[in-house]
């Protein structure tokens, strides 16, 4: 697995055992992803769906659809659980990459750099990261 999974991946699971669930629904993490059944993620008959998240001060929804990418030996790249039919953490980490990978395009037809750091605990919960540099330890 890529490096960057293994810090998702904590994430997640940081989340699930600490039972943070969202600020204002009180919703657990897998149940941000639609459509649902019994308040957990279902199969998609279409291979879309939609994932609630915070970007820039707001709730939105985020369309993703059930591709996952592979690496040259057809192995998936984003975080999963030891469970290969449960696909909750990929999808909310694909939702991530496509929220977190926003350009902003300027009036010439030209983009700017990536909006800044994310915070994954922000994006799927709406508490708010508290950054505190490792020189002050």
């Known amino acids: 697995m890529p490096a960057y999974t293994k810090w998702v991946t904590s994430q997640f699971q940081l989340a ?5 669930r969202d ?7 897998w149940q941000r992803i639609y459509p649902q059944e019994n308040n957990m993620p279902m199969v998609s008959p279409s291979g ?12 939105r929804l985020i369309e993703i659809d059930d591709r996952i990418p592979c690496d040259f030996r057809s192995m998936g790249l984003l975080p999963r659980t030891s469970n290969l039919m ?8 694909k939702a991530l990459l496509k ?15 990536e909006i800044g750091d994310g915070s994954i ?6 508490l708010i990261p508290e950054h505190i540099p490792i020189k002050d330890f």
């Open 16 to 20: 699930k055992d600490r039972y943070i």
């Open 23 to 29: 600020v204002d629904s009180n919703e657990q993490i």
């Open 48 to 59: 879309k769906y939609w994932v609630k998240m915070r970007f820039m001060g707001k709730e």
């Open 86 to 93: 449960e696909l909750w953490p990929q999808l909310l980490m």
């Open 99 to 113: 929220v977190y990978s926003y350009k902003w395009y300027q009036a010439d037809g030209h983009f700017d750099q």
């Open 121 to 126: 605990i922000h994006s799927l919960t709406g």
